[in-house]
C-alpha cells in the first residue's frame, strides 16, 4: 500500500494594500501551476517598497 502523498502547501506574501484582481489572478494562477491544496496568503507588516504608510490590517483583511 502506497503512503498518501503529503499536502502541497503554498505561500503567497506581499502587501496587498490594497488587494487587487491582480493578486487573485496569482494566488489561482500558483494554485493551478504547482497543484497546490491549500495556499496560505500572508500579508505583510512592513513594505519596504511602499512610499507610505501601510493601512491597518483590519482594513485590508477587509477589502
Known amino acids: 500500500m502506497a ?3 503529503p499536502a502541497r502547501i503554498g505561500l503567497f506574501g506581499g ?9 487573485v489572478a496569482l494566488a489561482r494562477a500558483a494554485i493551478a501551476q504547482f497543484a497546490l491544496d491549500v495556499l496560505h496568503v500572508l500579508p505583510t ?14 482594513d485590508r483583511l477587509a477589502m
Not at 16 to 22: G, I, K, M
Not at 45 to 58: T, V
Open 45 to 58: 507588516g512592513d513594505a519596504w517598497h511602499k512610499s507610505r504608510p501601510l493601512n491597518p490590517a483590519a
Open 3 to 5: 503512503a498518501p502523498r
Open 15 to 23: 502587501a496587498f494594500d490594497p488587494p487587487h484582481l491582480a493578486h
